[in-house]
């Protein structure tokens, strides 16, 4: 089963608006990572977030981290049309062994 | 810097002929490697996962298998295809349990 589960499933915006994209997970976790994949591409890592930390800038992006709620949020502020892509949170889990569990993502499209 | 190279791009194959993707990671030693498989519009699925040479983690069990032959090789095999085989391959690497995943290109599998 998924560790990690996006929401919104699609979200569609007009360019300059805000985008933003949540995730829950069940399990305790080590960290929280967003990466981005273009259509039919290979993920880019975007942000990674430690579990003591509660907020993450990059650039045009933030990453907020609740572990009590076990949710993080992804915001894009000022979209671009370049920003249309698909978007996954993944854990990395504190249970021992190297996985880092994806979710199903969320698919943003922005209208330029 | 570091690189990973993954072949070959697409692949179609029939139902019950073998299968051997690649994957090679330059610019780094003894990298954590993964092999996670992605179906059509939804997340991605760890497969197997190696922390060494000879040392395979699988997460699925199913009709695929893994192997490191070298310490920056990481090979997934089948030796019969099945239809549910189909999708999209990648692999990717780490260097530890705080660090993001880099993705290679991924692999188009579709059998036949």
């Known amino acids: 089963s998924q560790q990690g589960e996006e929401d919104p499933q699609a979200l569609s915006i007009q360019e300059g608006e805000n985008a933003t994209m949540n995730c829950s997970y069940k399990?305790?976790?080590?960290?929280l990572q967003w990466y981005r994949q273009n259509s039919g591409r290979g993920l880019v890592h975007l942000i990674l977030i430690r579990s003591n930390e509660r907020e993450k800038h990059s650039g045009r992006l933030r990453v907020t981290l609740d572990t009590s709620k076990k949710s993080s949020s992804l915001l894009i502020t000022a979209s671009r049309a370049a920003d249309t892509a698909s978007y996954f949170c993944?854990?990395?889990?504190?249970?021992?062994?190297?996985?880092?569990?994806f979710g199903a993502g969320t698919r943003l499209f922005v209208k330029a | 810097s570091q690189t990973i190279h993954q072949w070959p791009a697409t692949l179609v194959q029939p139902v019950g002929s073998p299968l051997s993707l690649e994957c090679t990671v330059e610019?780094?030693?003894?990298?954590?490697l993964y092999w996670y498989r992605q179906a059509a519009g939804r997340g991605l699925q760890l497969l197997f996962y190696?922390?060494?040479?000879?040392?395979i983690s699988s997460e699925v069990p199913q009709n695929l298998s893994a192997s490191r032959p070298q310490d920056r090789q990481f090979i997934l095999s089948s030796k019969k295809l099945l239809l549910s085989d189909s999708g999209f391959y990648l692999c990717?690497?780490?260097?530890?349990?705080?660090?993001?995943?880099?993705f290679g290109n991924g692999t188009r599998l579709t059998v036949t």
């Open positions: 190696s922390v060494g040479i000879g040392q």
């Open positions: 990717a690497w780490n260097e530890g349990p705080n660090s993001p995943l880099h």
């Open positions: 399990t305790s976790i080590n960290n």
């Open positions: 610019g780094t030693s003894n990298p954590n």
């Open positions: 993944a854990t990395y889990l504190n249970t021992g062994g190297f996985k880092t569990i």
